[in-house]
């Protein structure tokens, strides 16, 4: 099996690629159009120099040749998404070069070349299930692309989906797309070809296009291994076609013949001047790169300590692991933000549909702060819960909540000492069951203090109190 990808990640600019409509998502068709964008005879291109400053942070993010000069080509097809007849693309030279990304697999490094990086604008979209006849919604046409090239080093549809999982990572992290699947910011093109085993010649390939989730991708490259075997195998060949994929019959319906460069009829646009970006300019996109993924797992796990299944978590996307280290920052203690985080927050964030940490009204330096509180014995763990919903619904700090609603720990060994008493003496039936040996009986008594104390019980002096009343 080989296989190579197509990423086509839709920009964050905040104008389109060659005019100066903007681009966002879920507005009323056509209302984020002009005559630039609907292909009207006449009108004159401007590049987005924004656009060309993401495009190049991407191509050194993944250790590519920055081009000094890159042109801008038209690539004609005929579809009625594509109002001028050609699509302005980037052919030879692109902006980006000879980059590589290594992915880990069944706990096993591959490194995965990419052959390029190039701009383009993004076609618009039809409709086919809202009229008899097909719309056409021009908003998203027009819209910053950057194509992201693999070359065919993928040797299974899990290396493809941990590809694709790393492009978007990076993507991210640069913020250079919001890498939204299902609004189709972030799609690709899967292509596959068989060849026996030992040989070195490339079967023929066939493309799969614009699947937005890594489920499709891996269902789709399987059916269409499976399929080329079973045509290989009964003595067929395999015919160079392009392909989409329907999820709701887990199969692949041909859309055309693939066309070659050759059909595309490129040509440099004699409206638009040559990109070029010097030295200089790659220097100063260079300093502004964050810490990329890889290298922050790296330091996550040499810092603090933490499992490499925690740190996968952590650092899956920027804003959680900003989240994380600026929490840690305030409480000093990694493994129990960790827990947190993964736990608590995550929940919180996937409850009120959020994309983002720093969206709850919890920022990291009052869960901090709670974390200081429990860590202090200023409340105890099981209470904490209930403290971290009400910091998020009435947005408060932890000790405000805390004093509020009573929750501070008791830690008075009077006080404690008649509760332990009141929970023993009302159970005497588990209290011989526990002399007799069942010690696992600990739990359950544990487990009745903590709900006469509303949780506030300290459960290190409870235990010491306990073990003396139950001898």
Not at 30 to 58: D, F, K, W
Not at 300 to 320: K, M
Request: glycine share 8%; net charge negative; aromatic share 6%.
């Amino acid at each position: 099996m080989v296989i190579g990808l197509e990423v086509h990640a839709q920009l964050l600019t905040k104008t389109k690629l060659f005019c100066g409509c903007t681009t966002p998502f879920g507005d009323p068709p056509n209302t984020h159009v002009c005559p630039g964008c609907l292909g009207m005879p006449g009108t004159l291109p401007v590049t987005n120099r924004a656009a060309v400053e993401m495009a190049v942070a991407m191509g050194l993010a993944i250790g590519c040749r920055i081009n000094h000069k890159s042109i801008f080509n038209r690539k004609h097809y005929f579809y009625p998404d594509l109002p001028a007849g050609y699509q302005i693309s980037q052919h030879n030279p692109p902006i980006c070069e000879d980059g590589k990304l290594t992915v880990t697999v069944n706990g096993e490094e591959r490194v995965i070349g990419v052959n390029h990086i190039h701009i383009e604008e993004d076609a618009g979209k039809l409709v086919h299930d809202q009229d008899a006849d097909s719309l056409f919604d021009a908003n998203r046409g027009g819209s910053a692309l950057i194509e992201i090239v693999s070359k065919p080093d993928m040797r299974s549809p899990a290396e493809a989906r941990a590809y694709l999982a790393g492009i978007k990572e990076i993507l991210e992290y640069l913020n250079v797309c919001d890498c939204n699947m299902e609004e189709g910011s972030l799609r690709c093109d899967a292509n596959i070809s068989l060849r026996p085993k030992g040989e070195q010649k490339l079967g023929t390939k066939t493309e799969t296009k614009n699947m937005n989730s890594f489920k499709h991708l891996e269902k789709a490259l399987e059916y269409e291994a499976r399929r080329q075997e079973d045509v290989l195998r009964s003595g067929g060949k395999i015919l160079q076609q392009t392909f989409l994929w329907d999820p709701n019959k887990n199969c692949s319906i041909p859309m055309r013949t693939k066309e070659s460069a050759d059909d595309y009829r490129y040509f440099p646009d004699p409206n638009l001047m040559p990109v070029v970006v010097e030295s200089e300019f790659i220097e100063k996109v260079r300093s502004t790169l964050p810490e990329l993924p890889r290298e922050r797992r790296g330091r996550f796990e040499r810092d603090y300590g933490l499992p490499s299944n925690a740190v996968e978590v952590l650092t899956s996307t920027r804003c959680i692991a900003d989240y994380f280290e600026q929490c840690v920052s305030i409480c000093k203690d990694a493994k129990s933000a960790s827990n947190w985080i993964m736990t608590d927050i995550m929940r919180m964030m996937n409850d009120s549909k959020l994309e983002s940490p720093f969206e709850l009204k919890v920022n990291p330096e009052k869960l901090g702060e709670l974390i200081l509180l429990i860590n202090g014995g200023g409340v105890s763990a099981k209470a904490a819960k209930k403290v971290l919903d009400l910091m998020e619904s009435e947005d408060k700090d932890a000790k405000t909540v805390v004093s509020q609603q009573g929750l501070e720990q008791v830690s008075d060994s009077g006080a404690l000492e008649t509760i332990v008493k009141e929970v023993v003496g009302a159970h005497p039936g588990e209290v011989q069951r526990y002399k007799d040996g069942d010690k696992k009986l600990t739990g359950f008594f544990m487990g009745q203090i903590m709900k006469a104390s509303k949780g506030t019980a300290n459960p290190k002096e409870v235990n010491a109190i306990l073990n003396r009343f139950l001898g």
